[in-house]
């Protein structure tokens, strides 16, 4: 079932990117989606700061920024004591492809990894399947984020001493630009 523009147009989304330039395109990219209200930060650092007193269904990041970086960004969010907070979707986005990187923000607790260059037709197939597809939460001593698609928190097997439970890839590797 496809996800209505009606639905883009009630999410609020936090975009966290370096690069003013890329903040105003995914800006563009979103309105041009039916997205209505987006917040901005430059960076990990800023981007917590301002995540308490937003509302927010959704966070873009970009995965490489100083002084706070995406994956950073991504596992203090995942860790944080508010429910609600660590929960929000994120999607990464990074021109950096390589599967260290892409399994990296897996491991963060990324829900969706996306590849420059951003197409309007690449958002919305990573921010529809987070939507119409979601992922149960799951809360480890070693990890924190989504599970894989089929998985449930109560049916997943506990973690061996030291070892994380990362979710399992939705896609195969011939798809770069989104491998779970």
């Not at 990894?113 to 992922?135: G, H, W, Y």
């Not at 990890?143 to 928190?153: D, E, F, L, Q």
């Amino acid at each position: 079932m496809a996800t209505s523009s009606r639905v883009f147009e009630t999410l609020k989304v936090l975009i966290i990117e370096d690069k003013e330039h890329m903040r105003a395109l995914l800006r563009r990219l979103l309105n041009h989606i039916g997205v209505r209200i987006t917040h901005e930060a430059p960076d990990g650092t800023a981007a917590l700061e301002m995540l308490p007193s937003l509302e927010c269904d959704l966070i873009l990041s970009d995965l490489s920024m100083a002084p706070m970086d995406g994956l950073e960004f991504a596992r203090k969010v995942r860790g944080a004591k508010n429910a609600r907070a660590a929960s929000i979707p994120i999607i990464m986005i990074s021109g950096y492809t390589e599967r260290a990187k892409i399994e990296a923000a897996r491991d963060a607790g990324v829900n969706e990894f996306l590849a420059k260059p951003v197409t309007p037709q690449s958002l919305i197939s990573r921010i529809t399947e987070i939507m119409e597809r979601p992922r149960a939460f799951v809360k480890t001593e070693t990890y924190a984020g989504p599970t894989a698609a089929a998985a449930s928190p109560a049916t997943m097997p506990a973690p061996a001493a030291g070892r994380t439970i990362p979710p399992a890839p939705r896609a195969s590797w011939s798809r770069p630009s989104r491998p779970w």
